[in-house]
């Protein structure tokens, strides 16, 4: 593959100037050094969960702890209690090994030579986790997000939305019944276990819900949506989710916590009820929860993070957070940061 980019890299006009490339493709560290240009690394994930999986490697803060569920300090912030199951396997052993963890170590030996990393984020929003990864990690890191701010001109309030989740949101809103927005993402695998208590927590909440899935049909599924007829749809196709978010309508995403969710939710001005699955998930959980106040945690039985989120705690959170005012603490204020942010953009304004 590198021979091939280099190859390609030379019959660029003008000349090549720079690289931009995923950080999983620490290769093209070295065409940028042949080429005399600078390479800047991209992640997906924000700058929390970034600088908290940085200072688990350096510091190893979780090296004295009993087991994957006790809670310790991280070194740098005060207040800031995480456990080893916030971390993905195999980067939250003390010593990670195998072949991810070779490859990564890789990936991040080359980022460490980089010229900047490039994450999808605002500075306003995640100020003390930039500084510190500036300051203790590196290499440099810029925010350019939230990316969308930089696309064309959203079309008018106006312009008709015939899509059926859109006709649904507006029956709700004539009604007055708050909806919830319930989608997982493309990447998360999602149990038939959990995606049946999911559905019976909906169920009986007595919440109004638009429900994104993706996933092939499951048995349950045609009695449940048969029963919620009048209050939730269950949409298979792909929706405009920032759009969705943005409707008058939604009052709630309940999310997987996907970087991308995180930030479409808080333009929206929505609360988000969290529930990880994989990933960076659960530190973006933690930091939408405990660090923004721009909404809740839906926690699985037996204290730990991670396991079956039971559907009497869906029930819970979904009305907590729905008929109460916990879930918005912030959200009204990072989403004028968002649209400051977009209007900025336009002006080519960056950190």
């Excluded at 620490?26 to 240009?37: D, H």
């Excluded at 029956?171 to 695998?189: D, I, M, S, W």
């Excluded at 269950?234 to 999310?255: C, K, N, P, T």
């Amino acid at each position: 593959m590198q021979e091939s980019f280099e190859a390609a890299l030379q019959t660029l006009h003008p000349p090549l100037s720079c690289i931009i490339s995923d950080s999983f493709l620490g290769f093209t560290l070295q065409p940028a050094n042949r080429f005399n240009v600078p390479r800047f690394g991209f992640f997906g994930m924000g700058a929390f969960s970034s600088t908290m999986y940085g200072t688990l490697d350096r510091e190893k803060p979780h090296a004295a702890a009993a087991d994957l569920d006790e809670a310790f300090p991280m070194p740098g912030f005060p207040g800031i209690m995480l456990t080893t199951n916030d971390f993905d396997p195999p980067f939250n052993a003390v010593a990670p090994a195998g072949p991810y963890a070779d490859f990564m170590t890789e990936q991040l030996a080359a980022l460490a030579k980089s010229r900047g990393l490039i994450v999808n984020t605002f500075y306003e929003m995640e100020q003390a986790y930039v500084d510190c990864w500036d300051a203790k990690i590196g290499p440099k890191m810029y925010c350019v997000g939230p990316l969308w701010v930089a696309a064309a001109a959203q079309p008018p309030a106006t312009a008709p939305r015939t899509a059926e989740y859109f006709r649904f949101l507006d029956e709700k809103v004539a009604e007055g019944r708050p909806v919830l927005y319930v989608a997982f993402g493309t990447q998360a695998e999602v149990s038939p276990e959990q995606l049946k208590e999911i559905a019976e927590g909906l169920e009986r909440s007595e919440v109004s819900f638009l429900w994104v899935l993706k996933t092939a049909a499951v048995e349950f599924l045609a009695d449940f949506e048969d029963r919620v007829r009048e209050r939730g749809i269950v949409v298979r196709e792909w929706v405009d989710q920032l759009e969705a978010l943005r409707h008058e309508g939604e009052r709630g995403f309940l999310s997987h916590c996907g970087w991308n969710s995180v930030l479409e939710g808080i333009d929206g001005g929505v609360p988000i009820l969290a529930m990880p699955f994989m990933a960076e998930q659960h530190l973006n959980a933690r930091l939408v929860a405990e660090e923004l106040g721009v909404g809740l945690r839906a926690m699985p039985r037996g204290g730990s993070v991670r396991g079956l989120v039971a559907a009497e705690e869906v029930e819970r959170a979904v009305r907590e957070l729905i008929g109460g005012e916990r879930g918005l603490r912030r959200g009204g204020g990072w989403r004028s940061w968002v649209r400051r942010r977009a209007a900025r953009s336009r002006k080519g304004g960056r950190r």
